[in-house]
C-alpha cells in the first residue's frame, strides 16, 4: 500500500522535519521568515517610484514591514526564553505519513491535471487518497473514485457550464 | 429607507423557479455541513462558492445565505447528539443540549434548538431588512477619509480574533495586509511584489486563496485527526415543540435575539461569542440557575436563538460599509465580489432591487432550515456519522475543482493549494486564519483610501482629524480596541471554564 512506502523517506526529509517541529523551534524559524520578508519589503519598495501628488505608496508597506520586524524580535525573544505556546499535537508515525502522502498526491494531482485530465486524475487522486486513509474496501472505493469524478464533471461541465480538463476524454 | 414594494417583489423572485430550489438546496448543504464536526459555515460556504459561478447572481447568493444561515444552525444537532459542536457557533448548545439527549429528549432537544434559531434568525434577518438602508444612506456621505477610518476600525478590532496568542494573530494580520499589497499599485499602476509573474499583477486570487484557508486547511487537518466516525446512539421522537415549551422559553428568546444582534454587529465577533454570552445571561437570570446544564430547553433554547440571531448583525457592516465583520462573511463578500457586485453604500444605490431580495432571501432562508431541520432531523443525525474517510477526499476535491474552475486556470489551483497548506501550518502553530483574511480585505481598502485623501489633501495627514465622521471613527476604533480585548479575555476564561467545569462553574 502507498503509506507503507512512506517511512523510506518519511523519518529524514525537511518535510518530516517542518510538520514536526516543536512550537519553540517553529516560533523560531518564523521569526527568521518575518525579518527576511520584513527587510524584502524594504528593499523591494526602494525601487517603486513614487507618483507626485498619489500619495508616497511606501509609507503602508514599510510601516507594516517595521510592525513584523518588531513582532518577530518579541516572538524570537520569548521562544528562546522557553515562552512559546505548547503546540496542541504532535505529528508522529502513521499521522505524520499519512499528512505527507495527503500533501505529496495533492502536489501531484496539481501537476497533473491538465495534462491527463480531470476524470482520469481524480479517480487515481481519490483511489489514493482511500488507500492512504485506510480504506481497505475495494468493492465501495472502486466505485467511489468513479461515481465522484463523474459526478462532479457533470455538475460543472454539463450543468454549470465550467468546462473541466477532458485530457485523455477530449 | 426600507421599500416595501421592492421588498415584496423580492420575496417573489426569491420564492421563485430556481431560485427557491437553490435556497433549499443550500440550506440542505449547509445543515448537513453545520452538522459534521470540523467543517464550519465558513468552510462550508468557501467550499460551494464555485458552484454558483453558473448562477444569476441572486441564485448564487440565496444559496450561499441557506448555507450560512443552515450550517451556523446545524453545529447545535452534533452538539445534541454526540457532544462535540458541530461548529464553534454551537459549543454552548452542549451544555444542556447532551443532557438532554441522555434522558431519551433528544428529538425535543433538536426541536427546540431549531426553532430557536429559526426565531433568532427571522428576527436579526428583519432588523437588517430595516437597519441596513439607513446605514447605506448614512455611508453615502462617506469619502476616502472615512474609508480609510473604517478600515482602521476594522482592523482595530481584529485583535480579537487572535485565538491563544495576540502576538501571532498580530503577525496573521500584517501579513494580510502584506498580502494585499501583492499587485498593481492602486493609484500609481506599478508592479508590486509581483515577481515578474503576469498572474500576479492582480494580486492572488481572492476566492481560490478563501478556499485555500478556510476549507482546505481544515481538510487537511481532518486527514490528521480522522478518527472512526462517531455512533449516534440516541432515539429522535417527539421532535416538534409544544406551545407550552416554547411560551416558556420566550423570555429568553427575546433577550438572546438582542444579544445576538449586538455581538453580530461588532466586527470581528459572531456567532461563536453570542451564545456563550447568550447562555450565561440566561443561567444568571433564571430563577433556578442550578438546573441549567442538566438539561433543561432553555439551556438549549438560549444559544442556540443568540448563535442565529448574530447572523444578519454580521451582515449588516458587510453590506452597508463593505466591512466584513468576520469570517464567514469575508468569504460572502468574496461570493459578491465574483458576481461583479461591491458590498458598500452603492451596491444600496445601484442595486437597490437586488439588496432587496437579498433581503427577502435572508428571511426565507430562516423559515427554510426550520422546516428542513423539523422534517428531516432524523436524516441529520444520521449524517453525522458519515464515514471520513470518503468525506475528507471529497472535501479536497470540491476545493480543488472549485479554485480552478473560477477561471479555468493552473495558477488558481495552485494558489488555492498553496494557502492550504499554509493555512494548516498556520492552525498547527497557533496562527489564527481569520485575520489575514480580514486584513487583506481592509488592507487594499485602507490603502487606497489612505493615499486618495492624501491626494485631496495635497499631502496634509490632518485632514483625518479634521473631518468629524473619520475623526469619530478613529476615535471609536481606539475605544473598540481596548473594549475587544478586555472582551477577548473575558470569553476566552469563560469558555475556558465552561468547557473544564461544565456549565456549573462559579459566576
Redesign the interface.
Known sequence: MLTSFLPSFGNQGGWNQMANMSMKKGDILAALVIIFISIFVFYESGRWPIPALLGNPLLIPRGVAVCLLFAAGILLFRALMGKSLMLESRLEGATLRRVLAVAILTGGYVLVLERVGFISTTFLYLLLFGLVLGVRRWFLLIPFAIVVPVIVYLIFDTTLNVPLPPGWFR | MVSLDLLLRGFGTVLSGYNIVALVLGSFMGIIIGAIPGLTATMGIALLV??T???TPITGIVMLLGIYTGAIYGGGIASILIKTPGTPAAAATVFDGYPMAQKGLAGKAIGIATVSSGIGGTFTAICLTFFAPILAKFALRFSAPEYFALAVFGLSVTVTLTG??P??G??SG??G??IA?VGL?P??G?P??TFGRVELTGGFSFVPMLIGLFALSEA?RQ????LTAPKVKAVIKDILPKLRELKQCSAIFIRSCIIGLIVGITPAIGAETSCFISYSEAKRTSKHPERYGTGIIEGVAAPQCAENASTGGDLLPMLTLGLPGDAATAVLMGAFTIHNLQPGPILFRDHADLVHQVFAGMIVANSVFVILGLAFARFFARVISIN???L???I???C??GS??IN?A?YD??TC?FF??IGY?MM???YPVSPMVLAQILGAM??SN??????MS??DPTIFFTRPIALIILILAVFATITAIRRQRKMLRMQVAMATEGPDEKK
Open positions: 464555485p458552484f459561478f453558473g448562477m491563544r496568542s502576538l501571532k498580530f503577525i500584517a501579513f495586509l502584506l499589497m499599485d493609484m500609481g506599478f508590486r511584489f487537511f486527514v490528521e485527526i480522522i471520513r474517510r470518503y475528507v477526499p471529497m479536497f476535491i470540491c480543488m475543482v480552478y474552475a479555468n493552473l489551483l495552485a493549494v492550504g497548506f501550518m498547527r502553530y497557533s485602507m490603502e489612505f493615499r486618495r485623501s492624501l491626494a495635497r499631502g
